[in-house]
């Protein structure tokens, strides 16, 4: 067999590109090296072409494979001279295809690995006849997706009988060898983004040298805040395109974003007077007698198009104000999103922040996360940090939340322009929950020592100094009031000659933290479950959000004890045999934690509300986040997570309440309508592969016999959770 590199660049999640180096031949290979003369290379995007060397490493004569949604004219348009001069030079051979068009067309969503595989032993028949790969590729579709039924086969099929029919070859021009070239990437003044993270984002990081790493401070584990919205990932195909006519300034849009890619504005006339170039606005609504200017507004390249904003909004009579649109057309606006989302100023006054509307004029202090696009995860993430992150204090367990929060060399946390941002750290499955306890009472002492020394010197201070300091032992928990008296203290003690302890006090953080320990359902339900059921059996402020996908969602699909009856799961292949563990009302057990079951898509207010109450909760607080997760093989994707949040609510799959210990008549409200109709559980799960393959594996009736029990078990649950609103633990 001939022997070939292959070489691909791909994007698989939001994180941004994979490399795949592959090799073919008639012997065992044995070769841990990377492809650096290969005949063959791929590129799944091609925004991938002003990021990346992409040909580089192509041997003389070999074949270059684009996806793009330009044709063979536009396509040399718009491609770097880089790398038109580097195919002339190597005399190769140039195919592009748009298999995302195709992938639409057929039904395939985003979904363009097969089509691209097909084309490329389209083009490379000296591995395999053609016929002969089709053939082999056909079966192991088979065996791969038979599982999950034979609707998913058969678009397998149409993908690879469409891979070589989309092929188009591009003439490549012997001129382009004469091309002048500029570097790569234009330096920003940024040592920590051009020495280091734009090297590492560009592959570079096998040839960077040891100084890049301890230069910038990165040994520890540290990143500069702020990092992932300037990598602009540019891995969406279509992103959304705003249109006034049709926006009721609703606010869903910029709500239920897990990337914080798109986002309302409340602009001054001089803010719009600014702005790198002229756009269109509206008068703010709601708010009479004021000039300010209403925009919504996506950020092109840091979008990964997963089109919830679409699916959410309303609209205007039956006309929605946003359509996805191809990416390229878009990317003209850049410089004005960049222009709104980071030097304008954010209106957080102008509605109440316990409104929709209102929480989404918030800065997010999370942004850009690698994560999948359309994560069921981080929409509760950039909420929590909307309404809480200019004081957040988060331990993170392990899991998708630690990776997309914490994949050098970003991460999505940002800093405000007064330096106030949230702190993240990453701790494992087993004692995340103690590391985020730790911190919460590292925090407490810091506070007791602060008011000790106030208390123990009022009388020693100048009279101003006194006021303040009284002002401040008054306000108790309340941030805002201590983020206003705090400059004011630290001042006055800078300005007089004071004892060492009351000078202390200009050095001290007088604002309290957010204390909050997030993870997955492996972690809090699983390996994690000792330390949060310890941290709940304390009474300490500290809030814990789990992040709930039922399954171990990074390790690939391991069932956890959050896994329903019947989920086919690694671990769990012919189906979970026992019912899901309810750490809701476990918790409730304690009566002094607050707890809460939110499911975003099914009701927004509920979910904004239960965030807001647990934070405000003088004690241990437990959010349980429904979370769809690209492991539950949505039919439709991970676009539609919003409406699947609905559809599980509305079929009894998932409950809302929230159990406030403060309310001492009834603690308990359960937020979901009073009886759901348990009739559409079972086509609600079979909606997703994880239920769909258990006929294939168990048979139909077995399978229905599990069904069944899986709704008993939902009806179980409601009934405790009645029986509790109504007569109490």
Known sequence: MYAQ??????????????????????????????????????????????????????????????????????????????????????????????????AGEIGMGRRTNTILQSAFFALNPQILPYDVAVDLMKKAAKKSYGKKGDEIVQLNYKAIDMGKD????????????????????????????????????????????????????????????????????TIAVKVPEWDPENCIQCGFCSFVCPHATIRTFALTPEEVEKAPMEFETLPLMGKPGTDLRFRVQVSPSNCVGCGLCVSECPGKKGNKALKMVDVNSQLALDPLADY????????????????????????????????????????YYRLASQLFGKDMQISNATGCSSIYCGANPSTPFVKDKDGNGT??????????????????LANNLNKAKVLRTMENNLDKVAPELKEKMEAYIAAGNDRDKQRELAPEIKALVAAADYDEDVKALAEADLVDKSNWIVGGDGWAYDIGYGGVDHVLANNVNVNILVLDTEVYSNTGGQASKSTPRSSVAKFAAGGKTTAKKDLGQIAMTYGHVYVASVCMGADKNQTLKAFREAEAYDGPSLIIAYAPCAEHGIKGGLGNHQQVQRDAVECGYVDLYRYNPDNKEQPLTVDSKKEPDYSKMEAFMLKEARYAQLAKLKGKEEADKMFANAVEDAKRRRARLLAIEKEGL
């Open 5 to 102: 590199g292959y070489y691909a660049y791909d994007s698989k999640k939001a994180g941004g590109v994979t490399r795949s180096h592959l090799r073919f031949g008639s012997e065992p290979i044995h070769k841990t090296y990377y492809i650096n003369n290969a005949d063959f290379i791929s590129v799944s995007l091609d925004s991938y072409m002003f990021k990346y060397d992409l040909a580089n490493n192509l041997k003389k004569g070999g074949t270059f494979l684009l996806n793009t949604s330009f044709d063979k004219d536009e396509i040399v348009k718009h491609m770097p001279n880089r790398l038109k001069k580097e195919l002339a030079d190597k005399d190769a051979k140039f195919f592009i295809i748009d298999a995302n068009k195709i």
């Open 166 to 233: 989309g092929l188009v070859e591009v003439a490549v021009d012997k001129d382009w060898s004469n091309l002048p070239v500029s570097e790569l990437r234009t330096p920003t003044g940024d040592a920590y983004w051009d020495e280091y993270a734009a090297r590492i984002n560009g592959l570079e990081g096998y040839i960077m040298p040891v100084s890049s790493f301890t230069k910038h401070g990165v040994l520890d584990g540290t990143m500069q805040n702020n990092a992932a919205f300037k990598e602009k990932r």
């Open 340 to 379: 709104l989302f980071k030097e304008t100023e954010y209106k957080t006054d102008l509605f109440p922040k316990s409104t929709i509307k209102g929480s989404q004029f918030q800065m997010p202090y999370f942004e850009v996360p690698g994560s999948c696009p359309g994560c069921g995860e981080t929409p």
């Open 423 to 440: 702190a993240w750290a990453n701790s494992l499955f087993e004692d995340n929950a103690e590391f985020g306890y730790g911190m919460a």
